[in-house]
């Protein structure tokens, strides 16, 4: 599949900035009720990893379990899209460079995290593998008058598991951008990760996840195993 006909595989609405095969930001440890349930300290600058740009999927394709996790968790998260290229920004002008957001879920093997945090070893394992970054339709930045004003959501068979307002960041969407920014350019079409709020938990083979921004956004994904 080319770029343009993957992109319209599954997607209803596309716009110019919503393309599969562009850079994944992800934050981590954003919200400190999240960072408690996990046991980490909270983080005095961002931390941040990426996904390769094949891990996205979207809705009508599966949510994998990688073969060799046995523990795959869900985390909801506000995603923001780049719409101009953002290099060294600062804080008060990195809302310019925003295109829109999107509904994403940052699928983790937990198993495989542990192991890596233990071993001192990248994440790539355990967040990068193929179908980690369910993302919904975009959604242009003129649908939302203020991204720290959102409550995002997640069900697993009908289930709230997740529940967070995107006020409850720790760093905001602006100095995230700037921060990341000062550390490589940030180009149309990227999608920052904002972090996931408390309440991440397991899913397994058949179960239906469905998660949105309320009164904005929703979408559903089902789970199955990879092997
Ligand atoms: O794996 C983690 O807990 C870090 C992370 O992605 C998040 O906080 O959203
Ligand atoms: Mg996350």
Redesign the pocket.
């Given at each position: 599949l080319t770029r343009s006909t993957a992109a319209m595989a599954g997607s209803k609405q596309l716009s110019r900035f919503w393309e599969w095969g562009r850079n994944i930001v992800?934050?981590?440890?954003?919200?400190a009720e999240?960072?408690k349930e996990?046991g980490?300290a909270l983080p005095a600058e961002p931390?941040f990893?990426l996904k390769p740009s094949s891990a996205y999927v979207r809705e009508g394709s599966p949510i994998l379990r990688p073969y060799y996790c046995r523990n795959l968790h869900h985390?909801v998260?506000l995603g923001v899209v780049i719409g101009r290229r953002a290099r060294a920004v600062p804080e008060a002008e990195a809302m310019e460079h925003v295109a829109g957001y999107a509904l994403c879920l940052?699928m983790?093997a937990r198993d495989t995290?542990e192991e890596c945090k233990k071993k001192g070893l990248p994440?790539t394992l355990a967040?990068g593998f193929a179908s980690s970054c369910p993302v919904s339709d975009f959604v242009p930045k003129e649908k939302i008058p203020d991204p720290h004003k959102l409550q995002i959501w997640l069900k697993v068979n009908g289930k709230l598991r997740q529940e967070g307002d995107t006020s409850s960041m720790i760093f905001s969407i602006p100095y995230l951008i700037s921060y990341i920014s000062h550390v490589f350019p940030l180009e149309e079409g990227d999608l920052i990760?904002t972090?996931?709020p408390k309440g991440?938990g397991s899913v397994e083979a058949n179960d239906e996840i469905e998660a949105g921004i309320r009164d904005v956004v929703s979408m559903r994904f089902k789970v199955a195993h990879e092997f």
């Open positions: 992800c934050v981590g440890r954003n919200y999240h960072a996990m980490s931390l990893f985390e998260e940052d983790t995290q994440w967040k990760l972090g996931s991440v």
